[in-house]
DNA sequence: CTGAAAGCGCTTACAG
DNA sequence: CTGAAAGCGCTTACAG
């Protein structure tokens, strides 16, 4: 059978069932002060019984806010982003706004295509949770006069605002550990793709070398592309240096993932032969064998700050709108003491 | 600063540029034949360089069509679902459709929240990705009259379809597999808010060792929730058992992974002391410890087979709207003969 | 080919 | 307390 659509209800026709005009129903149905209270309770039970549902379409035509947001993401499979994916529609809901959801999948034309159904849609306000937000993207965002939130990526904007993990810090606090438990060869496996996390990270593992007495030595410096199969290759390199690393702090935990797979394949063990440290602390790292030492990012948490940020700037904050998040390092199963200590 | 946020500029501006009426700037905006073909570009130019952007809102209420869809689902952060999501929204990007992405969290008093908010944004459909689809959900968003789709669960109603993996397949091909190992005491961990997929993959599971001329026995069936914790509770039972089982076909790759840390607490090994199946094959299961034997559910293509079930509808089709979609046996690692075999 | 008019479903000053 | 009017930004019959 063919579905007849039945037009939803108006304001019109309660206004005609309870006999009064569409701008008494409309304010009964808000509510208003204005309206007798008797009148307003008639209304209100007209409008559950016929099953009413304001036009969120006609509303924000007059009222000029949607009450929506726009969510970008590069890939809503990672885990990583769709932690935070989760806190951000939590809050969201919370304040009675609801999400758009766009994949950009890195493509700059998907990317264009976002930011284009945004500005249709009018979204009071964007979040962008893509670990490899290019520079190009802000500005193309930026059209629109709606403040943004980015995570874990700063962009110098009169719109744009940051929720951020402490870097520097955690990466600081990971590679500490490693040269605390007796490390003196320790490699970063990197994000080519990784922006500004990247560079931040590499940093805290270059002053944590430092304060540690250790040189600096560029070919421990590999690169993947975030993702379990770029690190593989990159561990790959690292393996067959001459002297190879001891201990392995990674941009991710996917990364980690990847790299402990080519580990054993190389017939090695963690952390007997090998110490691997990770970032985010992804739910599954928890149960990984072994379980993966790393930096918790607080993801759901941090999704809910960006949602946040955007209702305070909704309220009319004009400033303190960057906020860097501590990390934390989770110490478990895939980092020990090196072999030859 | 105070942001001033500037009204976006409209047909009427438009109309005011190029010296016609709006109803001119709205047919050449939208291509119309009717519209001479000079006018139609000198508006087209004066638009993109306005930064002018068609109000969804507006048009939607005149055309009665949202160009939206709504998703639920119980949580994001759920691999198979973020997944699936993933397919859902490239598919309505190509279609020029947003989506609404909402979690449900499995609250009554959130999913009855979220049934509200679709109805005010006029959805033109839905697409419910839980894997604890409650009964009462579906009538909630039936109200609507607008076409759903099921994942991974069905319901008998005019506008309810369905996009299912062939669940009683694929479990038997799982337990097959462990019968072929020369496994003889086989449990099942299942999901017990997983309805219908978990009736059916027990169901599977128990055709299997019919077919193979094992007796049933009911001690081998154990419910977890689905997730890694719950996992670990159930195959505590069943390794307390005094012949415990020597393969474990699990609900899905969450609960694999929590059985599998389970087991090597107890100081036995995978797969020589004990095989485990999961179900779904995330994307991570190649990367475990070791790698997961695992009935693969292409997840992105299911949620584009949602997506494309509410396009052939909307396009007035009528009926084939439930479609089976085969799962398909990954053998890697973590299954192996028995020991005593 | 173009314009004037009506209307989609709301909100909200302005009168009374 | 209630109504009549205007308007949000569009689309689309109806005229010409």
Same mark, same amino acid.
């Given at each position: 059978m063919k579905i007849s659509l039945a037009k939803p209800v108006s304001i019109k026709d309660i206004a005609r069932m309870a006999g009064v005009t569409h701008s008494t129903v409309s304010r009964a149905l808000r509510n208003s002060?204005?309206?007798?209270r008797e009148t307003v309770e008639r209304i209100q039970r007209i409008a559950l019984e016929s099953g009413y549902r304001t036009s969120a379409a006609a509303r924000s035509l007059v009222t000029?806010?949607?009450d929506t947001i726009g969510v970008v993401v590069?890939?809503?499979?990672?885990p990583f982003v769709a932690g935070v994916v989760g806190g951000i529609e939590e809050a969201a809901d919370e304040h009675g706004l609801s999400v758009f959801l766009a994949n950009s999948n890195a493509e700059p034309e998907r990317e264009v295509r976002v930011a284009r159904k945004f500005e249709e849609r009018r979204v009071d306000g964007i979040i962008v949770t893509a670990s490899r937000v290019g520079a190009q993207y802000v500005p193309l965002l930026e059209h629109m006069q709606v403040p943004i939130v980015l995570l874990n990526n700063q962009h110098p904007s009169q719109f744009a605002h940051s929720v951020m993990i402490a870097n520097v810090q955690a990466s600081l606090d990971a590679t500490r550990h490693l040269i605390a438990l007796g490390h003196r060869r320790i490699a970063y496996l990197g994000d080519?793709?990784?922006?500004q996390s990247d560079t931040e990270r590499l940093s805290g593992y270059r002053q944590a070398l430092e304060e540690g007495g250790l040189p600096f030595d560029q070919q421990l410096v590999a690169h993947g592309d975030g993702k379990p199969e770029g690190a593989e290759t990159a561990i790959a390199e690292l393996l067959a240096l !001459?002297?190879? $690393?001891t201990a392995v702090f990674c941009y991710n935990d996917m990364s980690a993932l990847g790299a402990m797979r080519q580990i054993r394949n190389h017939? !090695?063990?963690? $952390?007997?032969?090998i110490s691997i440290v990770g970032f985010?602390?992804?739910?599954?790292s928890q149960y990984l064998n072994p379980p993966l030492t790393t930096i918790r990012q607080p993801m759901r948490q941090m999704g809910r700050m960006a949602m946040e940020t955007l209702l305070k700037i909704f309220a009319g904050a004009e400033s303190g709108n960057d906020i860097k998040v501590p990390g934390e390092l989770i110490v478990r199963q895939s980092t020990a003491p090196p072999k030859e200590s």
């Open positions: 002060p204005l309206v007798n000029r806010r949607s590069t890939n809503i499979a990672d080519r793709y990784g922006y !001459l002297q190879p $690393p017939g !090695l063990r963690i $952390p007997t032969d985010d602390d992804l739910y599954i």
